[in-house]
């Protein structure tokens, strides 16, 4: 009984970002049920990676964000402040983590290495922001749009129609694909 179970599921059908976020929404637990988040300014994106990296992190819990040292309340500004900061740190490259590369901050593309593939680091990064959108935070406005696409649509197509050679992170590479785009256009 218990395999045919499993057999019988149906698989999910493909949804969009929007329609993930808002069930993702729904499934919230009330504001009152909201977990604490202490932060430190100085080390605001290891404070809020420890969080979401964390065993215990439950998605369906809201957090309230208290700066160590500071006085305010959390009702809502601060925690949309934190995310804007935390995401603006790691896409400027201000943290210890160095995730992304680009020529310009809002068309970054991830740096491959095994060590944030073994650890995780942009699966607990997509929680963030998962977890900072359905709390009506900001999103992550840095991405290269190519890889936007790819991460909100899976179509590589659609990725790759929206490539530029401005999304190359090295300089002197990205000069030379422009100059073979020239010549090829020609």
Same mark, same amino acid.
């Given at each position: 009984?218990?395999?045919?179970?499993?057999?019988?599921?149906?698989?999910?059908?493909?949804?969009?970002?929007?329609?993930?976020?808002?069930?993702?929404?729904?499934?919230?637990?009330?504001?009152?049920?909201?977990?604490?988040?202490?932060?430190?300014?100085?080390?605001?994106?290891?404070?809020?990676?420890?969080?979401?990296?964390?065993?215990?992190?439950?998605?369906?819990?809201?957090?309230?964000?208290?700066?160590?040292?500071?006085?305010?309340?959390?009702?809502?500004? +601060?925690? $949309?402040? %934190? @995310?804007? =900061? /935390?995401?603006?740190?790691?896409?400027?490259?201000?943290?210890?983590?160095?995730?992304?590369?680009?020529?310009?901050?809002?068309?970054?593309?991830?740096?491959?290495?095994?060590?944030?593939?073994?650890?995780?680091?942009?699966?607990?990064?997509?929680?963030?922001?998962?977890?900072?959108?359905?709390?009506?935070?900001?999103?992550?406005?840095?991405?290269?749009?190519?890889?936007?696409?790819?991460?909100?649509?899976?179509?590589?197509?659609?990725? +790759?129609? $929206?490539? %530029? @050679?401005? =999304? /190359?992170?090295?300089?002197?590479?990205?000069?030379?694909?422009?100059?073979?785009?020239?010549?090829?256009?020609?």
């Amino acid at each position: 009984a218990l395999s045919q179970d499993m057999v019988e599921k149906k698989p999910e059908e493909n949804k969009d970002v929007p329609q993930i976020l808002s069930g993702l929404k729904l499934s919230m637990k009330p504001y009152m049920y909201s977990e604490k988040l202490k932060v430190d300014k100085e080390d605001i994106v290891m404070d809020f990676f420890h969080f979401y990296k964390s065993s215990e992190f439950d998605p369906s819990v809201p957090i309230k964000v208290q700066m160590r040292g500071e006085p305010a309340v959390d009702t809502g500004g +601060v925690l $949309r402040q %934190s @995310f804007t =900061d /935390v995401f603006a740190e790691i896409a400027n490259g201000n943290s210890c983590l160095r995730l992304f590369r680009g020529v310009d901050a809002s068309r970054l593309t991830p740096v491959y290495s095994s060590e944030h593939v073994l650890t995780g680091v942009f699966e607990v990064l997509g929680k963030m922001i998962a977890h900072s959108l359905i709390q009506g935070g900001p999103g992550f406005p840095f991405l290269a749009p190519s890889i936007y696409w790819y991460v909100a649509t899976g179509d590589l197509s659609e990725a +790759v129609a $929206r490539c %530029s @050679f401005v =999304d /190359v992170g090295d300089h002197e590479l990205a000069s030379f694909v422009e100059r073979v785009r020239i010549n090829v256009v020609e």
